[in-house]
């Protein structure tokens, strides 16, 4: 019987059900996580093979059970995807997610703060400042950094980008437009770039032609003399130069530019300085590593993705800003329908002035709650022993005497497989290699048993793992080994016989 003061309506959910499914949704998931690592990593099935499965039913005229639906999407998931949770998943830069993130997720899904702005977020905002500061703190800047959590490195790096354009532009460029600006705007970056450079290119109207593509030495860091000749050849011919981007892990090798030495080039030719530090960041947290990372306190800038080595389930980048009165003289708007500045004396903090988004949900919290979770001391242990797995697939591949060691950079490694007889260094034929190890690739990834990507090192096709998964073991990495040689035979043998 329907009480008069609840509606019925045919998306709510009765306590007692929803405290049922939800007990038998975490079980489940408890006994997912308890297995992962006797599972495939994927089981390959073909974009038509899923469908079939999904079947392509018009939208249901009327409701379902929660009860059945809950089952039925928990078996579509669990049984049909790739699971970047496994240990042996090492692909692209994609990273084993936390369950403290997941329950993070469903805590802020049922209370829905709208961080966008203060009044509609009080507690979620403050903790959303809270985590900024501590990432801030984190990677070794100052806790004055300002910024906010975006959905991932593209969107960190854009964010990033246009609050630079905005520091370095003509002042009117916000009414007149780049037109207005006094010669072409031009930007900086090496080659191993990731390509959100020139989708920012595109999208913000400088066209790809605005960015200055400056090439890598042999350790594949930014060529700086090069960058530093460059500026100034487009200082002399009336360009625009504004900004410069220094990985700090480039998406490729994991390599760190010379970002103390850019640091310098940009004070000396007043450019904005932009880190791209979406994959690699994290690790200048490790004592070790500190050193690799000098230059960073001197960032304008910098992008990071927790959903990458903090290891927070998708999505969370941040952006880092160390004046972020730049964010807000970018970003910021105040229509006539928003009430949101409390006082004069405390103004408020409204992250929809801050970047692209105005309406924006709680990512902060998951990764917040990982970063008490794990504690610093724990964030260092897990980075720290990614790379140290790294290091050890690098060795391993270099004793083997099937598999060439081609690079290690942080936590990725890349190597390729070459046959047993095969005559090495004089007369080997790079094309036929560069076959044999994408097919292998291919072969890996369609098997299951371990997760890799691409990379290509001057030419070479590689093998390329990206260990950003605290789940992994030692063990693990010796299996992989195992599993590359054995299948790298197999292909060899199949390439011959045709
Ligand atoms: C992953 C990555 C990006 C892109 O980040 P998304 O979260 O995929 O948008 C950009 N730059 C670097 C260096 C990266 O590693």
């Given at each position: 019987?329907?009480?008069?003061?609840?509606?019925?309506?045919?998306i709510?959910?009765n306590?007692?059900?929803?405290?049922?499914?939800g007990?038998?949704?975490?079980?489940?998931?408890?006994?997912?996580?308890?297995?992962?690592n006797?599972?495939?990593?994927?089981?390959?099935?073909?974009p038509?093979?899923?469908?079939?499965?999904?079947?392509n039913?018009?939208?249901?005229?009327?409701g379902?059970?929660?009860?059945?639906?809950?089952?039925?999407?928990?078996?579509?998931?669990l049984?049909?995807?790739?699971?970047?949770?496994?240990?042996?998943?090492f692909?692209?830069?994609?990273?084993?997610p936390?369950?403290?993130?997941?329950?993070?997720?469903?805590l802020a899904?049922?209370?829905?703060?709208?961080?966008?702005a203060?009044?509609?977020?009080?507690?979620?905002?403050?903790i959303?400042?809270q985590?900024?500061?501590w990432?801030?703190e984190?990677i070794?800047?100052?806790?004055?950094?300002?910024?906010l959590?975006?959905?991932?490195?593209?969107?960190?790096?854009?964010t990033?980008?246009?609050?630079?354009?905005?520091?370095?532009?003509?002042?009117?460029?916000?009414?007149e437009?780049?037109?207005?600006?006094?010669?072409e705007?031009?930007?900086?970056?090496?080659?191993?770039?990731?390509?959100w450079?020139?989708?920012?290119?595109v999208?913000?109207?400088h066209g790809?032609?605005a960015?200055?593509?400056?090439?890598?030495?042999?350790?594949?860091?930014?060529?700086t003399?090069?960058l530093?000749?460059?500026i100034?050849?487009?200082e002399?011919?009336?360009?625009?130069?504004?900004?410069?981007i220094?990985?700090?892990?480039?998406?490729?090798?994991?390599?760190v530019?010379?970002?103390?030495?850019?640091?310098?080039?940009?004070?000396a030719?007043n450019?904005?300085?932009?880190?791209?530090?979406?994959?690699?960041v994290?690790?200048?947290a490790?004592?070790?590593?500190?050193?690799?990372?000098?230059?960073?306190?001197?960032?304008d800038?910098?992008?990071?993705?927790?959903?990458?080595?903090?290891?927070?389930?998708?999505?969370?980048?941040?952006?880092?800003?160390?004046?972020?009165?730049?964010?807000?003289?970018?970003y910021?708007?105040?229509p006539?329908y928003?009430?949101?500045?409390?006082?004069?004396?405390?103004?408020?903090?409204?992250?929809?002035?801050?970047?692209?988004?105005?309406?924006?949900?709680?990512?902060?919290?998951?990764?917040?709650?990982?970063?008490?979770?794990?504690?610093?001391?724990g964030?260092?242990?897990?980075i720290?022993?990614?790379i140290e797995?790294?290091q050890q697939?690098?060795?391993e591949?270099?004793?083997?005497?099937?598999?060439?060691?081609?690079?290690?950079?942080?936590?990725?490694?890349?190597?390729?497989?070459?046959?047993?007889?095969?005559?090495?260094?004089?007369?080997?034929?790079e094309?036929?290699?560069?076959t044999?190890?994408?097919k292998?690739?291919?072969?890996?990834?369609q098997h299951?048993e371990v997760?890799?990507?691409?990379?290509?090192?001057?030419?070479?096709?590689?093998?390329?793992?990206c260990?950003?998964?605290?789940?992994?073991?030692k063990?693990?990495?010796?299996?992989v080994?195992?599993i590359?040689?054995?299948?790298?035979?197999?292909?060899?043998?199949?390439?011959?016989?045709?």
């Amino acid at each position: 019987m329907e009480k008069e003061n609840h509606r019925n309506s045919p998306i709510a959910i009765n306590k007692e059900d929803f405290r049922e499914i939800g007990y038998r949704l975490i079980d489940t998931l408890s006994n997912f996580y308890e297995t992962i690592n006797e599972r495939p990593v994927t089981i390959g099935e073909t974009p038509k093979q899923i469908q079939a499965i999904l079947g392509n039913a018009s939208m249901p005229e009327n409701g379902t059970s929660v009860s059945e639906l809950v089952i039925k999407t928990t078996d579509l998931l669990l049984n049909h995807s790739l699971l970047n949770g496994h240990p042996k998943f090492f692909g692209y830069i994609t990273s084993s997610p936390t369950q403290i993130g997941a329950l993070a997720d469903l805590l802020a899904a049922a209370i829905n703060p709208n961080v966008g702005a203060n009044i509609l977020s009080p507690m979620a905002t403050s903790i959303e400042k809270q985590t900024v500061k501590w990432l801030a703190e984190f990677i070794g800047v100052s806790p004055n950094y300002g910024g906010l959590l975006v959905s991932g490195g593209n969107m960190a790096n854009f964010t990033g980008f246009l609050a630079a354009r905005t520091a370095k532009a003509p002042k009117s460029i916000k009414e007149e437009g780049l037109a207005n600006a006094s010669g072409e705007m031009v930007f900086y970056c090496s080659k191993a770039t990731h390509t959100w450079i020139e989708k920012a290119a595109v999208l913000f109207g400088h066209g790809t032609k605005a960015i200055r593509w400056i090439p890598t030495l042999a350790d594949n860091t930014m060529n700086t003399d090069i960058l530093e000749k460059t500026i100034m050849d487009d200082e002399q011919q009336g360009k625009n130069p504004f900004l410069v981007i220094g990985n700090a892990g480039d998406v490729s090798t994991g390599v760190v530019d010379n970002l103390s030495k850019i640091a310098s080039i940009c004070k000396a030719h007043n450019l904005w300085f932009h880190i791209d530090g979406a994959y690699g960041v994290p690790a200048a947290a490790i004592p070790q590593y500190k050193e690799l990372f000098d230059g960073i306190q001197e960032a304008d800038s910098i992008a990071l993705d927790p959903h990458k080595w903090l290891y927070a389930p998708l999505e969370a980048g941040c952006t880092l800003v160390k004046n972020p009165q730049h964010l807000i003289d970018t970003y910021s708007a105040h229509p006539v329908y928003y009430n949101f500045d409390s006082s004069a004396d405390e103004p408020s903090l409204n992250y929809y002035e801050y970047g692209f988004q105005n309406s924006r949900g709680f990512r902060a919290l998951k990764v917040w709650m990982a970063l008490q979770q794990a504690g610093k001391n724990g964030y260092i242990k897990m980075i720290h022993e990614d790379i140290e797995l790294a290091q050890q697939l690098f060795e391993e591949a270099q004793k083997h005497e099937e598999l060439e060691a081609v690079t290690q950079n942080l936590s990725i490694t890349a190597l390729r497989y070459i046959p047993l007889n095969y005559v090495r260094e004089e007369g080997m034929d790079e094309t036929y290699l560069n076959t044999l190890n994408e097919k292998l690739l291919n072969e890996l990834q369609q098997h299951g048993e371990v997760f890799l990507s691409n990379a290509v090192v001057e030419d070479k096709y590689c093998l390329r793992a990206c260990i950003v998964n605290f789940r992994t073991s030692k063990n693990d990495i010796r299996e992989v080994v195992e599993i590359i040689v054995r299948e790298g035979r197999k292909v060899y043998e199949k390439l011959q016989k045709r």
